[in-house]
């Protein structure tokens, strides 16, 4: 527990973009579960593109590294140290 709350002082930036305090009418748990894999498959997308990148010889390349690593990077913060209402916030369900 100590280390979650470490971890959320330092996302915290990210954190409260999403955390609302309305109760989550639509919530379910498939959808905490399915942030974490989209934001799983954007990291390694982005360790794809990554690789891809480093044979070409623009800095363009490293754009979509950079784009699918902090897509990546904030559903995996929000879905796994968010609370339910943030996850419902992140997939829009009304």
């Not at 399915?34 to 623009?58: C, T």
């Not at 913060?77 to 829009?92: C, E, H, P, R």
Request: aromatic letters at 14%; glycine letters at 10%.
């Amino acid at each position: 527990m100590y280390m979650k709350s470490i971890l959320i002082k330092l996302f915290s930036p990210i954190l409260n973009q999403f955390e609302t305090q309305d109760v989550a009418p639509n919530y379910k748990s498939s959808h905490r579960i399915a942030l974490n894999v989209v934001g799983s498959l954007f990291l390694v997308l982005s360790i794809g593109a990554g690789y891809a990148a480093r044979f070409g010889d623009d800095l363009g390349f490293f754009i979509p590294v950079v784009v699918f690593f902090c897509l990546g990077l904030v559903a995996l913060v929000v879905g796994t140290l968010g609370s339910n209402g943030a996850v419902w916030k992140i997939w829009g369900t009304k």
